[in-house]
């Protein structure tokens, strides 16, 4: 579908889609590594890119009510994990605008 | 022949809100039938309207500069109503600054150092100018410069010239005054029309005025030949050719015919990957294929025939590449594995590089048409300038990616898209600010590269392709898109302008076709191969 535009990652240490192996996130914007997504272990992250945003939906997580979007690789489709848009509790605030990216759909190279 | 009288039984005022003073229109028409030579037409005017084109104050002055009586000058300028003092003191200088030279050009220098003492220096002007003044007293060869340019006559008519430009407008008309009334209205008229596109002559008899129509509205063919996604299109530069670039792994040259329609002409074929990018040479001889992640090949137009492919030992995939102004050398930026730009000739020698560590990865390049500037687009958010071959260096940063760049006929301007639904407007040079010159906004761009262009008659506008179907059009004066063309049915990725024809926009799409838009008429079937649809 016409020409994707794929952003490149700079830096060593990089997240790859497991797929289609673009560009997903750099491995410095980690913030904790202590996640769990739907399919296992989970990054969360400050920046990922490459990838579409599906629509907002209420989801009741592990550490309470969430509005989050599914992040999609863009140009494979495959469901990379999710955004956090607003979180209902306060010591979840800190979560808000910041990614978590599943283990096991993506790839770490360098 | 009618009496002066009359001029007060007429209208005082004219134009529908009475701003315009009659006697002043009267004076600047007898000026302007004295300038085109009609005198007696001029001088019948005056009687008959009783309204002189110069004012008594002016004949007076004539008269008591041409004769030299100084005194008389200053009680005429003293005596003309409504001027301001700042103007009194030039015009009183000029005139006693005249006298002092004749003064000392006929060697009276005793009434001169009076003239001085007396007159000039109580005025109050700039004091270095009288001391100037003084220094002629005593050295008369450097006044032999400035002073005697020519005769007393030809130096009172002078300064009675500078007299004038000095003393308010209404002594004497200014020359070409309605011309220039006329002219500053006929060019507001034409900046603020909204759709001014193609060239028209100017008539005084109606406001201008363009249609809507003006600019490509109506779809007047539909290309269908390739058979995959059409990722690029762009007319050659003197606008005769069309070549469009297809995922389906072929580029294909159309002519564009002198009745305005769009014919195929050959198919190029030879890459093995889509390809993303194609170049036309200044002289629209030749074509750069670039494909995407492969080699770049060089084509000839007339003949479509492969000339060169710039194939690499080190396999590099090129991204983007610029022609020279001369058509022999090429500009092309490679990625992966390392990033590199270097120039080439036509057989595909490296004459020159830039490599190492701190080359960015180029995603976009183009040369300014006097091939002196080279834009790159860097690590997809700094849009860098650089005087080419070593010079001053630009960089700017943008806030969101860069998707694509163009770059207008006269090189003075580029566009970028950005990823953030807006489009950038800058001036192309090294030495500017920051500051963006025009945002655009309202098409859809997210995912794609989707590539926009300027157009129409003098590159006043800006047109892009989006991915909700539709080309948005732009004045480069606005933010907001002036027209939406729809027909498309999939994203449009790319539009090109026919640069020597201000009424044709061609558009790619991924629903395999080329669209051609065109300004005002209708669109006609035609029994080609790639047969128009009417959309």
Known sequence: MGLLFLQSLPGPKVFKCRCCKVDSAPHDAIVSKNFSGRYGPAYLINRVVNITMGPSE??????????????????????????????????????EGRFVLEKARVMKIG | MESSDDIESRLSRLGSRGLIDTTQFVRIIIQSLYSLGFNRAASSLESESGVRLDSAQHDRLLFDVMSGRWESCVSTIN??????????????????????????????????????????????????????????????????????MGSTVQRRISLFLDLVEVLPPYIRVPSGRLEKLVETAVLKQRSSCQYHNLP???????????????????????????????????????GRYLASSSSDCTAIIWTVEDDDMVVYKHCLM????????????????????????????????KTSTLLATFSDPKRRIISSCAWFPSSDKVL????EPDNRIFTCDLAGNVLDAWEGERIPKISDLAISSDGRLVIGICSEKTIWLCEFPQGKEKVIREERSITSLSLSRDGQFFIVNLNSEEIHL?????????????????????????????????????????????IYIW??????????????????????????????????????????????CNPQPSKKLGESLIS
């Open chain 2, 270 to 301: 030879g890459h093995e990957k889509p390809i993303s990018f194609l170049s036309w040479s200044p002289d629209d001889t030749m074509l750069i294929t670039c494909g995407n992640g492969e080699t770049s090949k060089l084509w000839d137009v």
């Open chain 2, 426 to 470: 800058r001036k192309l040079d090294v030495n500017i600010g920051d500051g963006v010159d025009a945002v655009f906004k309202g098409h859809r761009q997210g995912k794609y590269v989707i590539r926009s262009c300027f157009g129409g008659s003098g590159c006043s506008f800006v047109a892009s392709g989006s991915e909700d179907s539709k």
């Open chain 1, 58 to 95: 209420d989801r009741h997580l592990m550490t309470g009510w969430h509005t989050v979007n599914d992040i999609f690789c863009s140009c494979c489709q495959q469901l990379l994990g999710w955004k956090y848009e607003k979180a209902y509790d306060d010591s979840q605030k800190y979560k």
């Open chain 2, 475 to 520: 004045r480069r004066k606005c933010e907001s898109p002036i027209k939406v063309l729809m027909g498309h049915s999939m994203i449009v990725n790319s539009v090109t302008w026919n640069p020597a024809r201000p009424h044709m926009l061609a558009s790619a799409s991924d629903d395999h076709t080329v669209r051609i838009w065109m300004a005002g």
């Open chain 2, 79 to 148: 005596s003309i109503p409504g001027i301001d003092s700042s103007s009194l003191i030039n015009a009183s200088y000029l005139i006693w600054k005249e006298h002092f030279f004749e003064l000392i050009g006929s060697g009276c220098f005793l009434p001169a150092i009076e003239v001085l003492w007396k007159q000039i220096s109580p005025l109050g002007v700039d004091s270095c100018r009288v001391h100037r003044l003084a220094q002629y007293l005593v050295c008369y060869e450097a006044m032999g410069q400035t002073g005697s």
């Open chain 2, 332 to 335: 092309c930026a490679s990625s």
């Open chain 2, 200 to 238: 028209k002559d100017i008539t005084l008899f109606e406001d201008h005025k363009c249609w809507p129509e003006q600019i490509p509205s109506t779809c007047s063919q539909v290309l269908l030949e390739h058979k995959n996604e059409v990722w690029f299109v762009q007319f050659s530069h003197n």
